[in-house]
């Protein structure tokens, strides 16, 4: 998984993480409690083509919204494995009797998310400008998405 | 301080944090790394009136904007320590080189903080539906609000 998420952190272009970020410190904000942690599978290979975690976002009177984040591994791109593990993970958190879907922080930049959430009907509910810093870009806005579930 | 928070918690009104939290994770939640916690006096009589944290909202490309939380104790109301300790923490927060305060889920029906954040300069940036569960008006609407500093 390990693999999968490297370059994406050390890219610094989409996730909030520390772009030098070490292996066990993104196992634990990957994998870490409270997340649940889901994996996509090449049906044919067995290769771990993407993973995704899901969580609660906040706690208590917040609880009923849960937080996901998807990641693809470079060779897999294209495949449709992102829409996949979205819908999957919505499903999954509908039955874990989860209301909604948020994504906290969706680098605007980030034009292929933006249209794909966008796609599986989340609405852009918000934009801070100048919250994620990017590492071409420098300070460019961000979107909060959320989608209602069932 | 915990008498201060706990009456705030056990309400369920404004902060997403467990109705039943215990004193200990209670004391996790509100003061725990990487958060700062600040303590607001009252100069005359020393009692505690106060405390608010102050930490980074997100990891890395996310690090440059904080959050917040305020509680002022039930017997100091309406006397300006809610805008006393935000004038502070934004100071402190500026002081840090953080550039802007996020509120992540402020209750609609949180009508005074609205109303006080709004007049120290915060936009509602977006508004999450049916994303607070009330104790008495159910699932309510949360806002988002957003203060780029200095």
Chains 1, 2 share one sequence.
């Not at 599978?41 to 937080?67: A, F, M």
């Not at 693809?72 to 039955?95: K, Y």
Request: hydrophobic fraction near 40%; charged fraction near 20%.
């Amino acid at each position: 998984m390990w693999a999968i998420l490297e370059p994406v952190f050390r890219a610094g272009e989409t996730y909030a993480f520390p772009v030098d970020i070490s292996e066990e410190d993104a196992r634990r904000a990957w994998t870490g409690s409270p997340k649940e942690v889901f994996i996509a599978e090449d049906g044919d290979t067995g290769q771990i083509v993407g993973t995704y975690y899901l969580k609660p976002n906040h706690d208590g009177p917040g609880s009923h919204v849960c937080n996901c984040g998807y990641v693809v591994s470079a060779d897999a791109r294209g495949r449709g494995v992102a829409s996949l593990m979205c819908e999957h993970s919505q499903d999954e958190a509908a039955s874990r009797g989860f209301r909604a879907i948020q994504f906290n922080l969706v680098a605007a930049s980030n034009d292929g998310a933006v249209r794909l959430w966008k796609k599986m009907g989340f609405d852009v509910v918000g934009t801070l400008p100048g919250a994620f810093r990017h590492p071409n870009l420098g300070f460019i806005d961000a979107h909060v998405m959320y989608k209602l579930l069932g």
